[in-house]
């Protein structure tokens, strides 16, 4: 069928068309009336790549698309989950919110599983959505406008939440796992420097006996050059015994002055002991370690002092290290606040998502029209007319001669026909 005998079946049997495209567009406008309406609210999130409330490191900078990519479907995923679905379910309390149930479609149904089936359909009335930025959108599907964006801004309020949830119950875990680390960890320090302590007392008590075995006596310039003058004395002394006797008056005023030598030198001696044994003291890590490697050098050899010290030493470190770790995960434990922001919270929606009446009405129109050509094509194959010179052709497979308008005027001539086709036409009987 050429489009020229198309058009022409069309304009005859343009009531069928007709009836067939008003038939859908009805149809159609009639079920979208009818079809119960759906409306959609959605919130807006905003996930930032920092934590300001942690003594921590802080989230690192996601720079790679693979990884930012990852982790906004992680939120998606968290938001997405039954945790926080359950989490709305219980804050808005729609166990016992009967229209609640009636717009959710949940009926008939026992009050041991309630709160699941809530939950289930949450999760599908639920759609999130991400880009390539730092926001994430959560649309809620549901028949009532007010309830639709009830909804969106539970989730949103339950996700953050669950991720403020998710940071801070860790972190109690650990600070109280620290806590009861750091007291074996003390014990373990308090033994050692008790161990210290006693064998400290052990070789000071031994170096009170000897203090010229302190190596602060033994570098002291002074006392050196009063041990030499005292040993010159000594030597002179000797000599002054063989020349003169012990009873001349030179050995005796050298007896006198090598007395006193002696006693500056114990003098001296005691003095730099003395403020020896008062350099310790609290103080810092590094002071304590300070002291007890000055005190290390002035221990006598052979002593367990060096091993001691460094248990002591090891012992500090892990305490003070499982300390900071504890203090962090205290701080860290009374966070108020994650790195979820509401950008923009759902508004009632004033119009439906669903029914689109304008969409259907262009979606039947199109399909009313194809439906009134596919009926006007088929009518003309099952009952034939003759509309057109080529219908007559087609018909009677007979060459055409010429064609006469409605006015019987002659509107044209056909070329004359060749031999064989005026052997073709029918004699007169």
């Keep these: ?32 009336y009818l079809m119960p309406k759906s409306y959609r609210a959605t919130v807006s999130l905003l996930v930032d790549a920092k934590d300001e409330q942690s003594m921590g490191e802080a989230l690192r900078a996601l720079g790679l698309p693979q990884e930012h990519l990852s982790y906004l479907q992680t939120q998606a995923d968290i938001l997405a989950s039954p945790k926080v679905a359950r989490r709305v379910v219980e ?73 403020l949830e998710l940071r801070v119950a860790p972190n109690r875990e650990a600070a109280a796992w620290f806590d009861e680390q750091l007291k074996g960890l003390r014990a373990s320090l308090e033994e050692a420097q008790r161990s210290l302590r006693a064998d400290q007392d052990a070789s000071q008590q031994q170096l009170a006996r000897h203090p010229e075995r302190l190596p602060q006596v033994r570098g002291d310039g002074f006392i050196q050059q009063l041990r030499a003058e005292l040993l010159h004395g000594q030597e002179k002394l000797r000599e002054l015994s063989t020349r003169y006797g012990v009873n001349h008056p030179a050995y005796q005023a050298q007896v006198s002055e090598n007395r006193e030598l002696s006693d500056r030198l114990q003098a001296e001696v005691s003095k730099v002991a003395a403020g020896t044994g008062d350099s310790g003291g609290a103080g810092s890590v590094d002071q304590r370690a300070a002291s007890r490697q000055n005190a290390a050098s002035s221990q006598p050899a052979g002593t367990l002092e060096p091993v001691l010290q460094h248990n002591v030493e090891s012992a500090e470190r892990a305490y003070d290290t499982a300390l900071q770790r504890y203090i962090a995960s205290q701080v860290d434990s009374r966070a108020s606040q994650t790195n979820v922001t509401v950008l923009s919270p759902a508004a009632v929606p004033l119009n439906a998502y669903r029914p689109n009446i304008r969409l259907n009405l262009a979606l039947a129109l199109i399909t009313g029209l ?60």
């Design 91 to 163: 804050q808005l309390q729609l166990a016992a919110s009967p229209g609640a149930l009636t717009t959710l479609a949940v009926t008939g149904v026992d009050s041991s599983h309630l709160e699941d089936v809530l939950v289930d359909r949450l999760q599908h009335a639920l759609k999130v959505e991400t880009s390539q930025s730092n926001v994430i959108q959560g649309t809620i599907t549901c028949a009532d406008p007010r309830l639709a964006a009830t909804l969106a801004n539970a989730f949103a309020t339950a996700y953050v939440d669950t991720m």
């Design 370 to 429: 194809g439906l009134g050509c596919a009926l006007v094509a088929l009518l003309e194959n099952l009952d034939p007319r003759v509309r057109c010179a080529e219908d007559l052709v087609s018909a009677v497979q007979l060459p055409l001669l010429a064609v006469l308008s409605n006015d019987g005027k002659r509107t044209g001539l056909l070329p004359r026909p060749t031999a064989p086709a005026l052997r073709a036409l029918p004699r007169p009987g």
């Design 1 to 32: 069928m050429s489009p020229r005998q198309f058009l022409l079946a069309l304009r005859a049997r343009f009531r069928v068309f007709a009836v067939s495209l008003l038939a859908v567009v009805l149809a159609a406008a009639v079920a979208s």
